[in-house]
């Protein structure tokens, strides 16, 4: 089912817009809460997008109550990974673009493998501890730490 503010796209199957963005999308996947598509610029051989129904903001936008939605974006996207014949998920790389380097406002975690594969502007886009790229595990670990601090 899909929420009533994610339109569907008349005369494309599978396919909804998103009202916060001009993106066209085409879902192949869709769980209660989450959403799974392929990437439209692949930076690795399986680049799938997890994106919550609901409209979420990006990644800075979370609080630490948003922890488990991340780990469940996380779990999708292994799922999605195994669904499309990929097991090593020691090669894998999940994460967000990191304000302001987000070209889409909507919470989106990048699922990427191999990592091992990553081209060479992939491997900069997608980069561990970098200013513009927060691996998904980083960024559990980020809220859970400003939670404890206040």
Wanted: aromatic residues 8%.
């Amino acid at each position: 089912m899909i929420p009533s503010n994610i339109k569907l796209v008349q005369g494309k199957t599978n396919s909804v817009t998103c009202p916060h963005s001009d993106l066209v999308i085409c879902i192949p996947l869709q769980y209660e809460d989450l959403v799974c598509f392929r990437d439209i610029r692949p930076g690795a051989p399986h680049h799938y997008l997890v994106v919550p129904v609901e409209h979420m903001g990006n990644c800075k936008t979370l609080k630490s109550e948003h922890v488990p939605i991340v780990k469940r974006m996380m779990e999708v996207g292994k799922s999605v990974l195994q669904k499309n014949n990929f097991s090593d998920l020691n090669d894998v790389r999940m994460g967000f673009h990191w304000p302001p380097f987000c070209s889409i406002s909507h919470l989106h975690l990048h699922v990427l493998a191999p990592a091992s594969q990553l081209g060479f502007l992939s491997r900069l886009i997608y980069r561990i501890n970098s200013y513009w790229f927060i691996t998904a595990e980083q960024l559990i670990e980020r809220l859970q730490t400003e939670n404890a601090a206040s």
